[in-house]
């Protein structure tokens, strides 16, 4: 369904690739042009065809197009909305796929021109990696694509954007920027902090060893270090740029596990019984709900062959 | 490579029916007993013919065994010691799965005859589910089984027992319970206690509904709930019987939040940067050593059907 004539992509990193991947096999716009600071992503992506041209000049990339996505780290919009501003086509939509979105009217309403549609935006999927290489089209299929625009944000073109990502195979929900960033502090921001944090924590100790930390991760550990792996960059602005809910959700957790601590201090078995008991039907309910496998342990394979057998 | 005669099986959950599977696959002994608590287990067993026998008075099960594993929660051991002590053979090896090894000796030694060899051991495998049927053979394979075995072990006996997981696919590391302990604290008990923390935390917010806790989990928070879906008195057994340890590595723990906390409060990019730069590095080496999947996502599937697309 051709919702747009051209679609410019500002940053062809994991998401920016998946999103020109899913508009090309969705026939979602005639042209797709892709814009990134880096020249080695540029010649990938010229390399694997995931767009109709590549143009490392930000005005020149946004020239004649109708719809505008950034999907570059969020604490770079104010710096690419200063230099596309003037550049934008009369009525182009402008949105993005940042993993916040208080800060995107905050970076981008002061600089963006008043003929241009504003409507930010986050597709809640991913994975550890990075890079134009790393994209696939259906990585957003299945999962949810959150739109927060402006209270007095054309429908329409509200309506248009919906529609794309419904093409890609997202459920699409609409809400505040303010509500976003509280329900991802806990659904995803806390949750690669203290991953982060503990993969930091095991490297740190004196008693227990890097090798065995490695060695012994798969009794749970490994399952961490799988989101600790994400890009450096782009968590950094996550944090600057969600602050206060990222401390609130903290609060929140520090003091939930004070209280666990504080049991297995005291041995009281039922309190520890009781929540254990408890956080299972949450998984119950993500598996209903289509947002995770079934199988075991993510569906990983557990048929190992003789070469790739345990190792020093 | 037939290492025993009659091997019995206290506790055919996820681990004993594992060890069940893949003793009769590995034709590690000639017969094996199933020995549980629960009539249905015994029945399920018996159905899906995981033993040459049910039984489920402990002390004929282990009466002619060479071999007796205890595959229940770590709580449970001084019970059954105290049940099975004067039933035992004359010279059998008495050992264990659980995930503690320092609690094993101070239930055990005291209630089993001298004439017994007891060497406590814990494979670093697993998933989140439970029961026989969760079960399978291959689930030892590529992984590691640390041995904890009393200073005075007969060496022959646990040469024995390492052989055995050898025959699983497994990897043996031979150390002091202690210090198994601590080192599974870091890479088991504590990314299960933040687990189980965080879903009760999201669980108990007013600001976010659960539904949206599902809904969005697919940025990063479905990661977690797979290790905090697993059994609950299996890990209340682990807290209280791992409280030292674990109450270390939490503090640990919770002192590098601290400060991380102080790096997002005060904007400090770099510090965020560059913590969340080297952790990448520890997922590169689990994946080398063969204890991780490669693919993305740890390999979760990508194509989703049409009936399984997103859902309220
Ligand atoms: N990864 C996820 O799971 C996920 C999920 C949902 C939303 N998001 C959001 O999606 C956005 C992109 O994330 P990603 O994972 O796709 O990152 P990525 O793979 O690291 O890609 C980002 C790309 O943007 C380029 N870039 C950086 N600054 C730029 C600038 N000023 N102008 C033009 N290009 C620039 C980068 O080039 P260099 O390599 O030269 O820096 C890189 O090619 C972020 O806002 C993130 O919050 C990510
Ligand atoms: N799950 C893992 O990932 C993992 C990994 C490594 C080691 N381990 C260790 O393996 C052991 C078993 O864990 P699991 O995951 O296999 O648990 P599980 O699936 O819950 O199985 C435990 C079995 O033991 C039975 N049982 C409980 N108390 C008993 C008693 N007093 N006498 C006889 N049978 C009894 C249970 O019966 P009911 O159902 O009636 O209670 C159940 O059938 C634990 O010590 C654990 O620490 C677990």
Redesign the interface.
């Known amino acids: 369904m051709t919702l747009f004539k051209q679609a410019t992509i500002i940053g062809l990193g994991l998401i920016g690739s998946s999103v020109a991947r899913a508009l090309r096999e969705n026939g979602v716009c005639e042209i797709i042009v892709a814009c990134d600071a880096s020249p080695e992503c540029l010649d990938k992506v010229a390399e694997l065809k995931l767009a109709d041209k590549t143009e490392a000049d930000l005005q020149k990339a946004v020239d004649g197009s109708d719809l505008v996505i950034l999907a570059t780290p969020v604490g770079t919009y104010g710096d690419i909305g200063q230099a596309i501003g003037q550049a934008l086509d009369f009525g182009a939509t402008v949105t993005d796929v940042g993993?916040v979105k208080g800060c995107v009217l905050k970076a981008l309403s002061g600089v963006l021109p008043e003929h241009v549609h504003l409507i930010p935006g986050h597709p809640?999927?991913?994975?550890?990696?990075s890079g134009p290489e790393?994209g696939?089209a259906?990585?957003f299929?299945?999962?949810?694509a959150?739109l927060t625009p402006p209270q007095d944000a054309d429908p329409e073109a509200v309506e248009k954007l919906k529609k794309m990502w419904e093409a890609f195979?997202?459920?699409v929900?609409i809400m505040t920027p303010e509500h976003h960033d509280?329900?991802?502090a806990?659904?995803?921001?806390?949750?690669?902090?203290?991953?982060?944090?503990?993969?930091?924590?095991?490297?740190?100790?004196e008693?227990?060893t890097?090798s065995?930390?490695?060695?012994?991760?798969?009794?749970?550990?490994?399952?961490?270090?799988?989101?600790?792996?994400?890009d450096?960059?782009m968590?950094?602005d996550v944090?600057?740029n969600n602050?206060e809910a990222?401390?609130e959700?903290?609060g929140?957790?520090?003091e939930?596990?004070t209280a666990?601590?504080r049991a297995?201090?005291w041995?009281d078995?039922d309190a520890?019984?009781n929540?254990?008991?408890?956080?299972?039907e949450?998984?119950?309910?993500?598996i209903e709900?289509?947002?995770?496998?079934e199988a075991?342990?993510?569906?990983?394979?557990?048929?190992?062959p003789p070469e790739?057998?345990?190792?020093?």
């Open positions: 993993s809640v999927a991913g994975t550890e990696q790393a696939f259906s990585l299929a299945g999962r949810w959150i195979g997202s459920k929900e509280l329900v991802l806990i659904t995803s921001h806390i949750p690669h902090l203290i991953a982060y944090n503990i993969v930091g924590t095991a490297h740190d100790l008693g227990v890097d065995e930390v490695i060695k012994f991760s798969a009794g749970g550990f490994r399952d961490f270090t799988r989101i600790a792996a994400s450096p960059t968590w950094r944090f600057l602050k990222v401390l959700m903290l929140r957790f520090t939930d596990l666990l601590q297995i201090r041995g078995g520890l019984f929540l254990f008991s408890h956080t299972r949450v998984r119950r309910q993500i709900a289509g947002q995770d496998e075991p342990d993510f569906g990983r394979p557990h048929e190992i790739k057998q345990a190792k020093d």
